[in-house]
């Protein structure tokens, strides 16, 4: 049976009516318009709708959106702005790291969800942060250079 859940993302406030068991992931992309993140899997194995929930970096596409609700939700589109974008995005456009772009989201995310815990991580750590993602372009050298290159940026 559908309920009304309030959800904080980006800042602002949304009411969605929906499942409590529906995916957060269908309520961003849905209900609110989010074109980011993406829909990857639906499993939670690679990534691709990464969001944060309360600062940690969440698979949206397993999270019920009533585990979302009254929760301070963040998505790429919320990092940062044009104007003032987040380290890591403008990393990633000096390391020249898209291609496809579509997963994206789910790198940046893990990625800021680590500098904003550890302003200086080893490779080592980056590495580890990042286990589980994936990019079927092959671009995990660039993407490396991209965190390492966000962090002496912070």
């Known amino acids: 049976m559908a309920s009304d859940f309030t959800l904080d993302v ?9 499942d409590p068991d529906m995916p957060l992931l269908y309520a961003l992309r849905n209900d609110i318009g989010l074109n980011n993140p993406k829909f990857g899997c639906g499993l939670a194995q690679c990534g691709a709708c990464t969001v944060h929930i309360d600062g940690q970096p969440v698979r949206s596409c397993v999270t ?3 585990d979302a609700a009254n929760r301070k939700i963040v998505t ?4 940062g702005t044009p104007e003032k974008p987040h380290p890591l995005q403008t990393a990633y456009i000096e390391e020249q790291v898209p291609q496809c772009g579509y997963c994206i989201n789910g790198w940046i995310m893990t990625a800021a969800a680590l500098l904003a815990e550890n302003k200086k991580p080893t490779e080592a750590e980056i ?3 990042l286990d589980g993602l994936k990019c079927r372009c092959g671009t995990h050298v660039s993407i490396l250079k991209a965190v390492k290159r966000a962090a002496m940026m912070g």
């Open 64 to 66: 019920p959106v009533s």
């Open 76 to 79: 790429l589109a919320g990092l």
């Open 127 to 129: 590495k580890q942060a």
């Open 10 to 18: 980006n800042g602002k406030q949304h009411r969605v009516n929906a």
